[in-house]
């Protein structure tokens, strides 16, 4: 690919899947006759809260970091992240043996912040802003000539998020729906592109919390919507989606579906329960949506991405209400 | 098998994994890179909490359920449990279309009894005794003609258990020991006669909270040591260990450790946070021993069996001390 902010290709994310594969972990699809019951619909979910460092961003990541020549891989990556793309690019830069930085703002979930620093990286904190995340990071580049790996419009980090879909399909290649979150984007164009190179005209979603509904309503609008203030509990969704993650979501029709935090709650602590897996938050949106559309969805296969499981143990949703 | 208390052979066990085949879930293995350097050990971890009703109960007493002939089957199936095996025996009995009963003492975890009730069982609470769980049951027995199933020391039960050393040992041929935690035994004396018919000389270990450490104190003293009150947050192993169960612990030299509760607390909290899976506080007992030996286990490759997950999402034990 010329250009990092471009479009992934069906054969990026199929080198992707290659150069990962020696890192990364299979993660198994678990199912739930409780939660099918709930849903009246056949639930997968794709666990990538088992993903190296809890989540998904660890296949972005360490595309990104392999796909680096040998010059520029030593000049070590940077990025900005409010968690899981951090740890997941001082995991991969490990895996390689270059030095990571990672620009966190303030106010991140204390359990993603700690495993940032035990992967290796080096922490610049800095305020809770967009325009802070970028300065810094650009102030590091300067600093120390380290590639920048955005969390989500970089097309190797969207190819990496996009094995995901490719993987799902060979475990449960019977889907009728595949739906994921949606924050920035990378990991919804990625799989967009993925699962409709295997499987054309197959239904996709997103779920986004309302409080942060920029995607969808940047799809109404026709153009990307900037001017908002993001206030939801999933802290993994804050960010605005990208250019060209926006794009991509365009052109494969994929339906965002927006959630209250409430019913995303609700929703984490279902699949807590019933599924005995530890998710954050964000995850949770998936059900949310599935569960908030029970027509739409009813009788169907659906391919839920469960994003992640880093989890302040001690301040879990149901217990400390966060709002 | 003639006698429902004598022990199962290896050949129970392989047709006890024929018999719950269609039934029962093949669970995974998890690992995690952290819990291995924290361990200095590779650790396989046997993800029971992924049975069907969230606990490894399910094999026993589905392979009890499908071991009943017709007429036998008609009557229904009784038991006494504080959870995890009477949701286990419900759930089996609905596979055969049969009635359940389930004799409950107080203070079981609520978690637990609302998988009872929600399998469609017949509650019967009682004091939390041995002996009114004994006589409440055979007073459901002569009230109803259904057939008694023991949580442990059932041949039926501890064949069905037994099914998990088989898959994990397909799974990872080459372990170098392997642990359960033992309450009634049940677990660890079906494991114990798969384990060594495939693995003849594997060393066995079983872990038992301090507060409930009859099986060590059983096979130290040479007899089933009866006067202890059990006094551990592990609600699923506060039983006291079987006859026929403390034989076989003792026919395969199982090596029992004794684990305070806190140590237990502290490494059900490590699963949780670097597995990100949902365990409860009695499944931790065999990480809390790995560690707590660490010299024993040193770069071996261990199997743990984690038994189960159905836990209060509102009581945990590092949120709300038990004690």
């Known amino acids: 690919m010329s250009h990092p902010h471009a479009l992934p290709t069906v054969a990026d994310i199929r080198n992707a899947a290659a150069r990962i594969a020696p890192h990364a972990v299979v993660t198994p699809v678990l199912r739930s006759e409780a939660l099918d019951a709930l849903a009246g619909a056949q639930?997968?979910?794709k666990c990538e809260n088992f993903q190296r460092g809890g989540a998904f961003k660890f296949r972005g990541a360490c595309n990104a970091v392999?796909?680096?020549?040998?010059?520029?891989?030593?000049?070590?990556?940077?990025?900005?992240?409010?968690?899981?793309?951090?740890?997941?690019?001082?995991?991969?830069?490990?895996?390689r043996g270059i030095a990571a930085h990672v620009v966190v703002p303030d106010g991140a979930v204390q359990a993603k912040l700690e495993l940032i620093a035990r992967a290796g990286a080096v922490l610049h904190r800095c305020a809770?802003?967009?325009a802070a995340r970028e300065a810094t990071a650009a102030q590091v580049q300067r600093d120390t000539g380290a590639v920048l790996v955005h969390p989500y419009t970089d097309a190797r980090v969207m190819a990496g998020q996009g094995t995901i879909a490719l993987e799902l399909l060979a475990q449960v290649p019977a889907l009728d729906a595949l739906i994921t979150p949606v924050g920035g984007g990378g990991l919804a164009s990625g799989v967009a592109i993925a699962a409709h190179a295997l499987r054309p005209g197959l239904p996709l979603f997103a779920?986004?919390?309302?409080?942060?509904?920029?995607?969808?309503?940047?799809?109404a609008a026709g153009r990307r919507v900037e001017a908002m203030q993001p206030d939801t509990v999933c802290d993994g969704l804050r960010a605005l989606v990208g250019e060209p993650n926006l794009q991509a979501l365009r052109e494969h029709a994929v339906t965002v579906i927006t959630v209250t935090d409430a019913q995303t709650i609700a929703a984490m602590r279902l699949i807590w329960r019933e599924l005995r897996i530890i998710v954050e938050v964000s995850c949770a949106t998936v059900l949310a949506a599935v569960l908030q559309q029970r027509e739409r969805f009813a009788g169907r296969r659906i391919g839920l991405v469960i994003t992640g499981g880093n989890v302040d143990l001690d301040a879990l949703p149901w217990v400390v209400s966060p709002r």
């Open 43 to 45: 639930l997968h979910f």
């Open 66 to 95: 392999w796909s680096l020549d040998d010059a520029d891989a030593r000049r070590g990556v940077v990025t900005h992240s409010s968690g899981n793309h951090g740890s997941a690019l001082a995991l991969a830069a490990a895996t």
């Open 128 to 130: 809770p802003t967009q």
């Open 207 to 219: 779920a986004e919390p309302a409080g942060a509904d920029d995607a969808a309503r940047s799809l």
